[in-house]
């Protein structure tokens, strides 16, 4: 794909505030715009019962959704980090359950995006078994914050929430399909797939388009896409296949570093992607956790939860937002 994407990782799936990272997506128009493959928003879930929850993390929220409400240590973080793994990674777990363990899994990586100084505390402490998927995604935000950190020209949040309308992303056995039939024509493994569309726009929860013109689940520059594929790129199956046949020409799957940053040249995007694909090359199972993952919004007015439910035909004002809607500020 060929894009300019919005990385909104404002703390998120594993970046804190402010940071690109692995978590939080912005969407097809995050934060900090990087050129790429087509538009990809940056890259950011549902519920039914408590999620899981040990020493130090509760969740609630008026619109029944999962939201961490208590900030634990580095043994609570670590302890909620590796139930939340424990639950997803269970495939005898209910739907639901996984659902809010995947919320609260990317709630809590958020929340340790903002307290840094926990990380490796953290990882030290985490269930061995979680360890190696959670610490791919805390070195990619650690990569990130280090990139903003050096940075002498950061841009400025933008005041504005954006033109998105949040939708429920197609079910979890719909999309390992899309991504295992664009595996068999190109070669290019399914996880590679997942892990880009979750990146762009949250396995599609995010419908508009990116300030740079890149539209669909897969965030395609027009014209990008009228030299590279073929169908519909607002179709979740065509946009699916249509990033695998981008990734293809690009180098993948003989060299998917290179390919992904043809798909966006941006370092920090690649380290995420790469860091969701290692994940769920692993461990396939984690698929079910982070399709739950809901969608993140930077703004001057602080970080914004976009609800399915959201849809604005026009930029509107982050602060009169939050100010009528309290639940979503993250």
Known sequence: MIRRCHLVLVAALALGTGACAPGDVEGPTPSSEITGPGTPPTSSPPEATEPPVSTGAAAENALGEARLTAVPDAPGFAADLSAAHTTISDPAAPAEQVVLAGEHLQLLLRALADQPELDEAVLAALDPAARPSIERIVRARQFLQARNAADTTPSEPPIELPAWTIVEPEPVDTLLAHYAEAEALTSIPWYWLAA???????????????????????????????????????????????????????????????????????????????????????????????????????????????????????????????????????
């Open 196 to 330: 880009i569309h979750l990146q762009e726009t949250r396995m599609g929860r995010i419908q508009g388009v990116s300030s740079a013109g890149a539209v669909g689940p897969m965030q395609f520059l027009p014209t990008t896409w009228a030299e590279c594929c073929t169908g519909d790129p607002l179709v979740t199956r065509d946009a699916i296949i249509g990033a695998a046949t981008y990734l293809a020409q690009s180098g993948g799957p003989a060299d998917m570093t290179a390919a992904v940053y043809q798909y966006n040249p941006n370092d920090g995007y690649v380290a995420v992607v790469t860091a969701y694909a290692e994940t769920l090359r692993d461990e396939p199972g984690l698929y079910r956790g982070l399709h739950a993952f809901q969608v993140f919004f930077g703004s001057a007015a602080g970080t914004v939860r976009l609800p399915v439910g959201y849809s604005q035909s026009k930029p509107i004002d982050a602060a009169a937002y939050l100010a009528a809607n309290a639940a979503d500020a993250a």
